[in-house]
């Protein structure tokens, strides 16, 4: 009976053991999973993170073409910022002298790593005074700033001819 009693300490070691070694190998399975579930989220979220500063830029590029448009040329002029502060928006009453009548959005190419983007837009627009109808190709700018996590025009206002 002593020897029946021994052999089975020692089957249910070595049973032990199996399932020790088992359990470990599923626990080294699940930690790799673990981490690379961990990094595709890293890498998920760096990607929706620069989807959604897209998604600001966008927002503000028709913001500031619609701002022209309605004449909410306060609300234009607050989204341009220089990134030299030295440098001073220019005088925008001559705005009042002429009408958007349609812009477009030809392409904006950003570079959201490095926080920039050009923008090419075509105004279409009235001179008030003549009833000229003309059009324009304007080179907008854009800027990332970190510490406000928005999007500043770097340009100035549009070069409207208003005679």
Same mark, same amino acid.
């Given at each position: 009976?002593?020897?029946?009693?021994?052999? /089975? @300490?020692?089957?249910?070691?070595?049973?032990?053991?199996?399932?020790? $070694?088992? $359990?470990?190998?599923?626990?080294? +399975? $699940?930690?790799?999973?673990?981490?690379?579930?961990?990094?595709?989220?890293?890498?998920?979220?760096? *990607?929706?993170?620069?989807?959604?500063?897209?998604? *600001?830029?966008?927002?503000?590029?028709?913001? !500031?073409?619609?701002?022209?448009?309605?004449?909410?040329?306060?609300?234009?002029?607050?989204?341009?910022? !220089? +990134? /030299?502060?030295?440098?001073?928006?220019?005088? %925008?009453?001559?705005?009042?002298?002429?009408?958007?009548?349609?812009?477009? &959005? %030809?392409?904006?190419?950003?570079? %959201?790593?490095?926080?920039?983007?050009?923008?090419?837009? %075509? !105004? @279409?627009?009235?001179?008030?005074?003549?009833?000229?109808? &003309?059009?324009?190709?304007?080179?907008?700018?854009?800027?990332?700033?970190?510490?406000?996590?928005?999007? !500043?025009?770097?340009?100035?206002?549009?070069?409207?001819?208003? @005679?």
């Amino acid at each position: 009976m002593l020897e029946f009693a021994k052999k /089975n @300490e020692l089957i249910g070691v070595t049973r032990l053991k199996i399932g020790l $070694n088992m $359990n470990l190998s599923a626990v080294m +399975k $699940n930690k790799k999973n673990w981490l690379l579930m961990a990094f595709i989220m890293l890498v998920g979220c760096a *990607h929706l993170k620069d989807q959604k500063k897209y998604e *600001h830029l966008e927002a503000k590029q028709k913001t !500031f073409m619609k701002a022209l448009r309605w004449k909410s040329y306060e609300t234009a002029a607050s989204m341009i910022r !220089f +990134k /030299n502060p030295s440098r001073r928006l220019g005088d %925008i009453n001559y705005l009042d002298k002429v009408t958007v009548t349609s812009y477009e &959005l %030809i392409t904006s190419v950003p570079d %959201i790593e490095k926080g920039e983007a050009i923008a090419y837009v %075509i !105004f @279409e627009y009235t001179q008030n005074e003549t009833g000229r109808f &003309l059009t324009l190709k304007y080179t907008q700018n854009w800027w990332f700033d970190k510490e406000s996590r928005q999007w !500043f025009l770097a340009s100035d206002m549009p070069d409207f001819k208003t @005679e």
